[in-house]
């Protein structure tokens, strides 16, 4: 059996209605490509992209800041406790081959950070606002997509 490429979607549980709308759309291309879709399980970004993975027929795995299995929304497959808060993120970031960042706030930061470090692909998605718009800034080698479309060609590609 081939082992799954895990992409990760990341970003905050507060989300506009834009971000939602390409957080669903970036699920559901994660699905269609037959990639396993990680997010840390709440709702806002993490909710959409698990919503767009499921309508597609995708496997979405939870990475959950507490033991409540029961926080995970309603289309996670996979939900998997951790009693880290937000320390979870080193987890989802480690889960990844790939992170695609939509918005966020402090929390996306970390799980971007953590996924520099581990020298992860690390994609964020232009114009969606908070931490994937303030990266841009920064001097880190990460990819830049205008689209959810590009967004996932860098997340699977082969070169970095």
């Keep these: 059996m081939a082992v799954k490429l895990n ?4 970003g905050g549980h507060l989300a506009t209605k ?3 709308l390409l957080a669903e ?3 559901a291309l994660i699905a269609k490509k037959g990639a396993v879709l990680i997010t840390g399980g ?3 970004i993490m909710e959409a ?3 767009g993975a499921k309508k597609e027929g995708g ?5 959950l800041p507490s033991l409540d299995k029961s926080q995970a929304n309603e289309f996670v497959d996979i939900a998997l406790p951790t009693s880290m808060g937000f320390g979870r993120n080193i987890l989802i970031a480690s889960a990844c081959d790939a992170l695609i960042a939509i918005g966020g706030s402090y929390g996306t930061l970390s799980e971007c950070a953590f996924a520099l470090n581990y020298q ?3 994609i964020v998605l232009d114009g969606s606002g908070g931490t994937a718009d303030a990266m841009k800034k ?3 080698e990460f990819f830049v997509a205008k689209t959810p479309e590009e967004a996932l060609a860098f997340a699977t590609e082969d070169s970095k």
């Design 7 to 10: 992409i990760g979607v990341i």
């Design 18 to 20: 834009k971000q939602t």
């Design 25 to 27: 759309k970036t699920g």
């Design 42 to 44: 709440l709702d806002g």
């Design 49 to 51: 992209a698990s919503r």
């Design 59 to 63: 496997v979405v795995v939870a990475i």
């Design 120 to 122: 992860k692909k690390l």
């Design 138 to 140: 920064l001097p880190f």
